[in-house]
């Protein structure tokens, strides 16, 4: 049972450069969700999506964008990085939205 | 901003104590949940209470709900070396978006 798979698990990025994290879920769930996890602030909510086709901003959307082009993958694209972005970044779904999340393992971002 | 706030921050405790950590919230909520973060890992789902419900069990957890101080708490029992971990509150409020929206967590050791 794989669940949620995101990717890379950790990346060192340059400032300015484009990167994309990857989310595939296998449990046709309706909504996916991705949150940044900073020390001492907890998990704060970056995009959201309830189904596919539909996206939404959460807490802190600046500098992030994303697509929900199917069901199963919501990538999270940095167009241009800057440090503020170090952080790790979970993916999560729910059958549907308000539910109960799925997280994915986590992706160790660091934008030097 | 972090609709819940757990307190303690952290908490450090025997095996075989009990550990009981608090959530309050600022707005009326349609359902809370409680995740654990075992240090590295996404988070796992342990129990979610609807805005109607006062309490709920399961296995060693006991997680109570009260709407009228705005606050939840989370009780486990007997605690073990491996319920070390983070764990999350995460509110629903009335009127927003339904996704979850994450504390701060409280770190939790269990010492053998």
């Known amino acids: 049972i794989a669940g949620i798979t995101q990717a890379p698990t950790s990346q060192i990025l340059a400032a300015g450069r484009r990167m994309t994290l990857r989310c595939t879920q296998d449990m046709r769930h309706n909504a996916m969700y991705w949150y940044r996890q900073d020390l001492g602030l907890g998990l704060r909510l970056i995009h959201y999506s309830n189904t596919a086709g539909t996206t939404g901003k959460g807490e802190v959307p600046d500098g992030y964008s994303v697509s929900r082009a199917n069901t199963d993958d919501f990538p999270l694209t940095l167009a241009s990085a800057v440090p503020s972005q170090t952080s790790v970044y979970f993916c999560?779904?729910?059958?549907?939205?308000?539910?109960?999340?799925?997280f994915g393992s986590g992706t160790q971002l660091s934008v030097l | 901003s972090q609709q819940g706030e757990e307190d303690p921050q952290a908490l450090s405790i025997q095996e075989g104590e009990n550990a009981t950590m608090n959530c309050s919230y600022k707005t009326s909520i349609n359902n809370l949940q409680w995740y654990r973060q075992n240090s590295g890992r996404g988070l796992v789902h342990l129990i979610l209470?609807?805005?109607?419900?006062r309490e709920k069990h399961s296995g060693r957890l006991r997680v109570t709900l009260d709407t009228s101080k705005k606050s939840s708490s989370l009780l486990i029992t007997a605690s073990r070396a491996a319920d070390t971990a983070s764990y999350f509150c995460?509110?629903?409020?009335?009127?927003?978006?339904?996704?979850?929206?994450f504390g701060r967590g409280t770190s939790l050791i269990v010492h053998p």
């Open positions: 209470i609807r805005s109607n419900e």
């Open positions: 995460a509110t629903d409020p009335v009127g927003g978006s339904y996704i979850p929206t």
């Open positions: 999560a779904s729910s059958e549907w939205t308000g539910g109960k999340l799925f």
